[in-house]
């Protein structure tokens, strides 16, 4: 399973052979060095979250954040996960504590099965479910 440190190593890394690379292709003055460095989004099937997401959450959030309608009326405070009203509320650490802790009787804690380094990958793989409005 691939770490947040992991994760932080494979994103800087490449960025950092970019920018040395591309300091030494200006230096040299060609037509190619001068042109616009692009470096692309993260994709969310690159984060690591995203397995423990399916794993663990979507069972009741589904797979893109949204529950189904049997699951909604099973719990009726269940949040849609992909509303950026619902989550440019909460910052990560609320959300890591709703993780840790549950919620009540309907989501049950995953201090027990997830670390604290995992959790915040969940977290950021959420953060990637949002749907612009």
């Known amino acids: 399973m691939t770490s947040f440190s992991t994760l932080r190593v494979s994103l800087v890394f490449p960025l950092g052979l970019m920018l040395v690379v591309g300091h030494v292709s200006a230096a040299s003055g060609s037509a190619a060095a001068r042109a616009p460095l692009v470096v692309s989004r993260v994709h969310a099937q690159d984060l690591p979250g995203k397995a423990l997401y399916l ?9 893109e954040g949204v529950p189904s309608k049997l699951v909604a009326k099973r719990f009726a405070k269940i949040p849609n ?6 989550l440019g509320k909460r910052s990560d650490d609320s959300i890591v504590v709703v993780l840790q802790r549950g919620v ?8 027990d099965k997830l670390s604290l380094e995992q959790m915040r990958a969940v977290v950021a793989y959420v953060r990637t479910l949002v749907k612009a409005h």
Request: hydrophobic letters at 30%; charged letters at 25%; one cysteine or more.
């Open 104 to 111: 009540g009787r309907d989501m049950k804690p995953f201090a």
């Open 81 to 86: 996960l992909s509303d950026s009203t619902f």
């Open 55 to 63: 794993e663990h959450c979507k069972v009741c959030h589904g797979v």
